[in-house]
């Protein structure tokens, strides 16, 4: 067996009046370039996608890096936004090959959603390639109790849906007026889709397919937000140097505040992060821009790449 090469740092950092919990986890692969992020609450463990390597890392309690997902499960696609669904043991992906940097070496505009059955690391399901023709970039998505999957399509401005009774892929709603759809979660307790977009936060009704951008006074940039997710009372929010909580009004119209909830030197295009069992596990560092030589179209030298961190935080 070889050596494991991951280092499991654990940091406590006074805050205020009270503790935040740090866990580290600084992998072994400097050329990953990840990008979604899913959790495995049962068994307590971190799913990690890489862009340039198409694979699915998991990262267990104490710090173990194994492959659960090889990139011959992906094709030429590179993973992009995951979810893992516990009750089916099933992680859903955006799978992606645009003009980013992968090792298939193609660049044309192909994009898709892929369905993995996680017990046994095997593809269930590749539902019908959307692109070719014209540029076509599936990004994030969310997946309800009911099993609707949800996915933000970027270049076009709109949202794909995955209904359960057809169990087809198709274009659910156009975004018309807001650009750039990134992150996505679906609200349980308010039966709502929320979606990062460039002018900030958006809110739909799934049964109305209404949309209407979420106010908020002119000190709180909510625009620009990579990984979104929902937690109490507050929206984290990944806007590439920093991760912040957005904390939202009663009845989830209007953004109230903002915080910092973590930020450093360290951070370099945090991409996403996933919540599970009271913590908060994101990517750090992700490198997806500073890593990549964009006019060579291809990854910088591992000795210019930094060691990628994985973070786990007590929320």
């Not at 940091?11 to 919990?21: A, F, I, K, P």
């Not at 192909?110 to 599936?138: A, C, H, N, R, W």
Request: hydrophobic residues 35%.
């Amino acid at each position: 067996m070889n050596k494991i090469l991951v280092f499991w740092i654990w940091s406590v950092m006074c805050v205020g009046y009270g503790q935040t919990q740090k866990e580290d986890y600084i992998l072994k692969e400097k050329d990953l370039i990840p990008e979604g992020t899913a959790y495995n609450a049962e068994a307590d463990v971190i799913y990690i996608g890489s862009v340039y390597k198409q694979k699915v890392i998991g990262i267990d309690s104490v710090g173990r890096e194994y492959n659960v997902i090889e990139s011959k499960g992906f094709g030429v696609l590179s993973p992009i936004g995951m979810e893992y669904v516990e009750d089916t043991q099933t992680l859903w992906v955006c799978g992606a090959l645009a003009p980013i940097v992968n090792k298939s070496g193609r660049s044309e505009w192909v994009t898709t959603i892929l369905s993995f059955d996680m017990k046994y690391g095997s593809l269930k399901k590749k539902y019908e390639d959307l692109g070719y023709q014209t540029p076509t970039f599936l990004n994030d998505l969310t997946v309800t109790p009911e099993g609707v999957v949800y996915a933000t399509e970027s270049v076009n401005g709109g949202i794909f849906k995955i209904d359960v009774t057809t169990d087809t892929l198709e274009k659910w709603v156009n975004l018309d007026g807001y650009t750039f759809p990134n992150g996505i979660v679906y609200d349980v307790l308010s039966n709502n889709l929320f979606v990062a977009v460039d002018q900030g936060i958006i809110k739909i009704d799934p049964t109305t397919r209404k949309v209407r951008l979420l106010e908020a006074q002119d000190d709180i940039k909510a625009g620009g937000i990579d990984g979104l997710s929902i937690y109490e009372d507050y929206f984290i929010g990944h806007q590439s140097t920093k991760v912040s909580k957005f904390f939202f009004n009663s009845q989830k119209t209007r953004l109230t505040s903002v915080e910092i909830l973590d930020s450093g030197d360290e951070f370099d295009s945090s991409t996403t992060g996933e919540i599970g069992n009271g913590y908060y596990h994101y990517i750090v560092n992700s490198q997806i821009r500073s890593g990549v030589n964009q006019k060579e179209k291809r990854i910088k030298p591992l000795d210019s790449l930094e060691p990628v961190i994985i973070r786990k935080l007590k929320l």
